[in-house]
């Protein structure tokens, strides 16, 4: 079974350009994240999926950064314009429905993102 | 809102247990304690969880103190390919949102 797709691994970038990241989440999966991780530290939700619905978003910048999922399936996160401050890594991870077990969280390997 | 308190770093001979501790004295009746670890360059990884009783799987074992206020995550054999951050959270079951907090370094040595 492939695991959490996300692509680019590596992104360099000018401060003040826009950037995307791609994320394919494991099939069956409704739920989807989006993680900021800092280095040194954990990382932080920036948004959560429940297919095409993003049921929380309130750690997302939302003056430059905006996420989509269109189909309830693989989802996007871009920023616009990027500023130095958001070099870090960018993860996805996925979750099955919810049901009597626990929908344990499945990561990708994250973008790691640096902005000059 | 990191709810946990966990040492920054420890190490831990190979083969031996590695213990990792956490501190959870705020922790609520209903939120469970999870335990993920992340391998350099890698995203995190599941490990366990658990609510008041201790829990066994194929990789480590929880053990949560009686009055639920801390618990301890261990890896009965530690090899080189356990060096990881682990992250010791609480939260509602299923409830999908984590405060990962900073985790604790774990060194695995030859």
């Known amino acids: 079974e492939a695991g959490v797709v996300q692509s680019p691994r590596y992104k360099i970038i000018e401060k003040k350009q826009p950037v995307a990241f791609w994320c394919n989440p494991i099939?069956?999966?409704?739920?989807l994240y989006w993680y900021l991780q800092n280095l040194g530290q954990g990382p932080e939700l920036l948004i959560r999926?429940?297919?095409?619905?993003?049921?929380?978003d309130s750690q997302l910048p939302k003056d430059r950064f905006s996420a989509e999922r269109l189909k309830g399936v693989d989802s996007t996160l871009k920023i616009q314009p990027a500023e130095l401050g958001d070099s870090a890594v960018y993860l996805c991870?996925?979750?099955?429905?919810?049901?009597?077990?626990?929908?344990?969280?499945?990561f990708g390997p994250g973008t790691r993102l640096t902005v000059l | 809102d990191a709810k946990t308190t966990q040492p920054p770093s420890m190490d831990c001979a190979e083969g031996r247990a590695a213990n990792l501790p956490c501190n959870h004295s705020?922790?609520?009746?209903?939120?469970?304690v999870y335990w993920y670890r992340q391998i350099h360059s890698q995203g995190p990884q599941y490990i366990i969880h658990g609510l008041k009783n201790n829990e066994t799987n194929e990789m480590a074992s929880l053990i949560i103190t009686e009055d639920r206020k801390s618990s301890t995550l261990i890896l009965p054999h530690a090899t080189l390919r356990d060096t990881a951050v682990y992250y010791c959270?609480?939260?509602?079951?299923?409830?999908?949102?984590?405060?990962f907090g900073s985790g604790t370094k774990l060194n695995v040595k030859p």
């Open positions: 959270i609480v939260s509602p079951y299923n409830f999908n949102k984590f405060y």
């Open positions: 705020t922790i609520s009746g209903n939120e469970y």
């Open positions: 991870a996925s979750s099955p429905p919810t049901g009597s077990s626990y929908n344990e969280q499945f």
């Open positions: 099939s069956g999966h409704n739920t």
């Open positions: 999926y429940e297919n095409e619905e993003a049921v929380d």
